[in-house]
């Protein structure tokens, strides 16, 4: 499978596996059927259950189809508001392992998410042939969307072990160092264990100053002089894990 380069804000690549064209429209087709079921029970509700047909009665046809855009609104926006509530992901999504993320190894923004939106108009159009054919011909399977806002879309069905992910093995008695770090994100604190741990494999010493000094920067954190910068990552990660009750 193709794999995309992602430069983080420590100006470190890493590898993901992009989301297959497969993924995506089965990704795709997961959603449109919970948009679908939506659709049935709303109007099922509206003309069956509560029986309010009756207020479209006189009305004219602009009205009529005003009353049915109100009804099926949350159907239009469905994928701008879960992308953005679930960092890049919809239910479909979710059910297939796979993500929205940006290239530049920043959190995607509700901009970001915006303007793929738009762009599904586009891409959406002539039965989806136009995204279809974007997504094959692109280098990352990227539709018009991702290509605007600066996407692209990764599996994360990879075979990951605890050391490639957020998480950190802690003890029953452990004890914080920093609550401040409760004010990063989970993405903040992917990035920084994934540099971390890259930058331990190949001792560089470099990065792992840069990022020590980003943290206490960000965080605004002193720390004991006799504490070295991997001790502070590593605590940092593990008080991370510690404060969001991340299962480990």
């Known amino acids: 499978m193709s794999q995309i380069a992602i430069n983080t804000s420590q100006n470190v690549n890493i590898n993901f596996t992009i989301a297959s064209v ?20 709303v109007f099922y509700l509206f003309f069956n ?15 009529i189809m005003a009353v049915y855009i109100v009804l099926t609104f949350p159907v239009y926006i469905y994928p701008l508001v879960l992308e953005s509530l679930m960092e890049g992901q919809t239910p479909g999504k979710r059910l297939m392992k796979i993500r929205v993320v940006k290239i530049d190894g920043y959190q995607a923004s509700f901009g970001d998410y915006l303007i793929r939106w738009v762009f599904r ?19 990352n399977n990227q539709r018009l969307g991702d290509i605007a806002s600066g996407t692209a879309v990764i599996s994360l069905k990879n075979n990951i072990n605890i050391s490639h992910t957020i998480l950190e093995n802690i003890k029953i008695d452990y004890v914080p160092s920093f609550p401040q770090v409760i004010a990063l994100s989970d993405n903040d604190m992917r990035i920084i264990k994934d540099n971390y741990v890259k930058a331990i494999k190949v001792d560089d010493r470099q990065i792992i100053s840069k990022l020590s000094e980003k943290i206490k920067s960000i965080l605004k954190l002193e720390t004991d002089p006799k504490m070295t910068e991997r001790q502070f990552i590593n605590v940092v990660i593990k008080d991370y894990n510690y404060y969001t009750g991340k299962d480990t």
């Open 121 to 139: 108009l586009i891409d959406t159009s002539a039965a989806g042939v136009i995204g279809l054919i974007s997504m094959i011909v692109s280098k």
């Open 22 to 41: 497969g993924e995506r429209m089965l990704a795709f087709i997961i959603d449109l059927l919970i948009k679908v079921a939506y659709i049935v029970i």
């Open 49 to 63: 259950i509560f029986d309010l047909g009756y207020l479209l009665t006189g009305l004219d046809q602009w009205s």
